[in-house]
């Protein structure tokens, strides 16, 4: 038995259906046969609220991947351009795999993607995490007394 029921968990809870659905998302990907793994892919913190995703992308150029962010999905999808009619090639050993993809990752809060581009075959998405002044913590400082009520005469 490998399904784990969280329902009673969630029936008090509000707003947190996200997390159910990646924890089913989780149960349902944890079989490594039935995940995709083209293209290989790193992700890297390189500062502390700068990370970058890193694609081999051999044999596509700017113009065959799409970028999108919805909500926290971050899909890159490519397709590479069939040659034009005129050209034909014979190949005696096909290594490049130029076939179509679609990565998805999921995002956490307050990361957004700043930037893109693509070096030597590998993509390069540039992430950062930009937390809201109003979401991040503060200090409040202890006071020497309560504050006091004054009462008024009716």
């Known amino acids: 038995m490998r399904t784990i029921d969280f329902s009673p968990a969630f029936r008090s809870t509000i707003g947190f259906d996200r997390m159910a659905r990646l924890i089913d998302a989780a149960n349902q990907t944890s079989g490594t046969a039935t995940q995709p793994n083209y293209p290989p892919y790193n992700i890297e913190k390189v500062g502390e609220d700068a990370y970058r995703i890193t694609m081999a992308v051999a044999g596509f150029s700017e113009a065959d991947i799409d970028i999108t962010v919805k909500e926290s999905n971050l899909t890159v999808s490519g397709k590479a351009e ?53 979401k991040k913590p503060r200090r409040i400082a202890i006071g020497s007394g309560a504050p006091k009520l004054e009462k008024t005469a009716a």
């Open 82 to 134: 069939k040659k034009e009619e005129g050209e034909t090639a014979t190949f005696l050993h096909r290594g490049i795999a130029a076939r179509a993809f679609e990565r998805r990752f999921d995002l956490a809060d307050h990361i957004i993607v700043s930037g893109a581009e693509i070096e030597n075959g590998l993509l390069h998405i540039h992430l950062v995490r930009e937390v809201p002044e109003a």
